[in-house]
């Protein structure tokens, strides 16, 4: 008799335990996110709605958590403490990196892209790879990337018309490959001055212009201080939601694949509301006093021409799969990419 109530209670404990939801049985595992930037740019928008989807599907295996607003790490360290382990989820700003991770360099060259669509499928196929598989060296899982509206000028002195406004123009920069076609354009680069310093600059006349995308020198008020808008795609700067590769490795892949499809819409969603919102703010811009130049096509593939021999310098200096990651980004240039092998 005895043996059967023992016998009667093991099964009812089996059963508990077979009936019982996932949560109960073993702990969430909480996933801490580093981010940055204003709350109200489309970017933390499609990013909010991506944590909360993947919290709902996923909720009985992980948590993902926002720290927002830098107060953990801001855009220039977020790398490196996503790479340390310090955080388990970062926010990545893709120009932060490129000491890190030369390679990435390769989809954010200077006036090689015409629009945000070409970035775009450079995160995608044989390009996408390379990306990964050098992020993963450096300790880093790619989550999924969001898309950012082209990067222009702003400048306090006049609208580069022409290639020849550039000629002397102090324009800050935090970009070597930039700085360095700007020296072939005889302007006076300075990269001495981090982004959140530029607005002073600008305003002291230490600088005459800066390089900055529609919507972040909107929300910066780049404007104000400098209110000569010159439309000219100069690049496309990505960020990108990244994971410690040991965490990443100890998340069920169920949880994971729920990440990367969720991560995937969110980045076609940054992909499509950056254009509608590139087009508001040129607009807001132009309400708030800024005057606005769209540079002639002719003008910008003379800028092209010159930034050539720069890229082919960095990819000849990395070799072989720089090379290669050059002339998938390229595909859509009619430009001599021959490189010595």
Known sequence: MKNRVILCVCCFFALAMTLMPRSAMADVMELRLATWGPTSHYVAEARNAWIETVNDKAGDMIKIVDYPGGQLFGPGDMHRAVARGSIDLGLVLQPSMLGMIPMLQGVYLPFAFDSVDQIAAAYKGESLEIIESELEQRNMVLVYPSFLDGVQVFSNKKNIETIEDFEGLRILSASPMFSNIMRRLNAA???????????????????????????????????????????????????????????????PEEARKIMVEEGQKAAMRTLETGKAWEANFINELEKDGATIHIMDDEERRKIQEIAEPVWMEWAEEHGATAQRLLELSLGHLELDLETEK
């Open 189 to 251: 680069p300075d990269t001495s001055i981090p982004q959140d310093e530029q607005y002073m600059a600008l305003r002291r006349g230490v600088a005459e212009a800066n390089a900055n995308s529609t919507v972040g020198g909107y929300f910066q008020r780049s404007h104000e201080v400098a209110p000569y808008y010159t439309k000219i795609d100069m690049s496309y700067a990505t960020i990108l939601v990244c994971a410690n590769k040991r965490t990443w490795e100890r998340i």
